[in-house]
């Protein structure tokens, strides 16, 4: 049982209305993590605008969902792995890549996005060392550093909300 309910749209304070409504056209439905974000409708437009931004970054989908899974599974949040799930497989990740990057092992972005969610970000030089080793460039670390961080705002939420999963369960 949720221990924040989401809020309906209807319910929804007026400047959040066309900002779940364009979430729902954009998915196809509502998620009750955006119904749950829309409590506080200042949050709610940060965390689309910022993941509007994140969406020009020079990072791929499946180097993005890889991230979003590692993330999620350090943070333990099954909501967010639900979701990714899907998405990743959207993507074009195969239920093998998806398992795999969930425990950081699918790619170089996939064990970066793990170390420093484990490490809050407290890498060792080494770890950065390996990673521009695997081709990651500066830039392509403080992008993973910002989606890090958006997934964890939503990884936070949906724990401490115990967030109903409404996205279909898949075999990964």
Partial sequence: ??????????????????????????????PNVFR???????????YLQNSAALTKTSLSAKQ???????????????YCLAAHTLFAGKAGLSSEEILSAREGQLDAY???????TESR???????????????????????????VASQTLTNYLNNVALTEIDFPAIDA
Avoid: W, Y
């Fill in 110 to 116: 996939a064990l970066l996005a793990r170390q420093i």
């Fill in 121 to 147: 970000g407290h890498l060792g030089s080494e770890q950065i060392a390996a990673a521009r080793a695997a081709g990651i460039d500066d830039a392509k670390i403080v992008e993973v550093v910002a989606h």
């Fill in 36 to 46: 749950v974000l829309a409590h506080a409708p200042a949050v709610l437009a940060s």
């Fill in 1 to 30: 049982m949720p221990r924040i309910n989401p809020v309906s749209l209807e319910h929804a304070a007026e400047n959040s209305r066309p900002l779940l409504d364009g979430v729902q056209k954009k998915i196809g439905f509502l």
């Fill in 64 to 78: 993005k969902e890889a991230i979003f899974l590692a993330t999620s599974q350090v943070n333990g949040c099954d």
